[in-house]
């Protein structure tokens, strides 16, 4: 458990072929849409190419971190979070395939980790509740139903963490 969750599923994004072939894909589409007239992709092209490669991801070449985390595109506004993070230093206004690569795991890495932080959210304040509430029907001692519970959040937060290795 050595990297964190972020650095985990961009490290599982960038070394999967799938991933590749869709970026590869989504990028030659936008390069189609502008007839090959510039050697890379537009930022105002980027919620479209976001769109595209989540179907691309999800149906065409489907990866398992995107279909089990990813419910529907990614937002306008993680689409521009991202391009922000990969341009901070670019001249060029356009995204060559490698930029756009890293705008792509940079998007997706965002979409996996924000949805796999609202299922901790959700999972496991319900837990808590139902542990709270067998122990106060079977009259346990409130130091084993808070054991139970601090195993119980551990354990969700613990399978959440390992199911984003891809």
Known sequence: MGLS??????????????????????FSHCLSLTQH?????????????????????????PHPLVTKWVSSPPTRSQVDSALRVVTRDAEDPTLGPTQFKKWAVELFA???????????????PVGIAGIAGIGVA????????????????LGV??????SLSG
């Open 157 to 162: 937060a613990s399978a959440i963490y390992l």
């Open 37 to 61: 007239a510039f050697p890379g992709v537009f930022p105002y092209q980027l919620s479209t190419a976001s769109d595209h490669l989540y179907g691309n991801l999800s149906t065409g070449h």
């Open 138 to 153: 079977t009259r346990s001692g409130k130091d084993f139903i808070g054991t139970a519970i601090g195993v119980y959040a």
């Open 110 to 124: 965002d979409a996996i980790v924000s949805n796999a932080g609202k299922a901790v959210l959700c999972r496991v």
């Open 5 to 26: 969750v972020s650095k985990r599923v961009k490290q599982s994004l960038s070394n999967s072929p799938e991933f590749d072939s869709a970026c590869d894909s989504t």
